[in-house]
């Protein structure tokens, strides 16, 4: 059975950083790529980054250049180390699986959800 668990989320203050952690189990790496979403309040889920079966990565636009999305040599954990944190980068963060990241701007493309992890960015 896939699954999905995200972990690391938290407060933090403006320009700071947070490293979100999603752990699969049940499959590793090799078989799926991982996309990294985030829904804030009154709003629709959005992708923000994905890494490919083969390490590709893609990010949005909004998360270009402070976010990065990594994995563990093991392919069994997948980063996303989020520096120079902003006020709107706050939302609740979910990991999901799909064959490729191939339109993961859409996240109903993606299964096996997480069950989120909030990160809330404030002073």
């Known amino acids: 059975q896939v699954q999905l668990v995200e972990s690391g989320g938290g407060l933090v203050q403006p320009g700071g950083s947070l490293r979100l952690s999603c752990a699969a189990s049940g499959f590793t790496l090799d078989d799926y790529a991982i996309g990294w979403f985030r829904q804030a309040p009154g709003k629709q889920r959005e992708g923000v980054s994905c890494?490919?079966?083969?390490?590709?990565?893609y990010y949005a636009d909004s998360v270009k250049g402070r976010f990065t999305i990594s994995r563990d040599g093991a392919k069994i954990t997948v980063y996303l180390q989020m520096n120079s944190l902003k006020p709107e980068d706050t939302a609740v963060y979910y990991c999901?699986?799909?064959?490729?990241?191939?339109?993961?701007?859409?996240?109903?493309?993606?299964?096996?959800w997480g069950q989120g992890t909030q990160v809330t960015v404030s002073s």
């Open positions: 999901a699986a799909r064959s490729s990241c191939a339109g993961y701007g859409q996240p109903s493309r993606f299964g096996s």
């Open positions: 890494i490919s079966r083969s390490g590709n990565t």
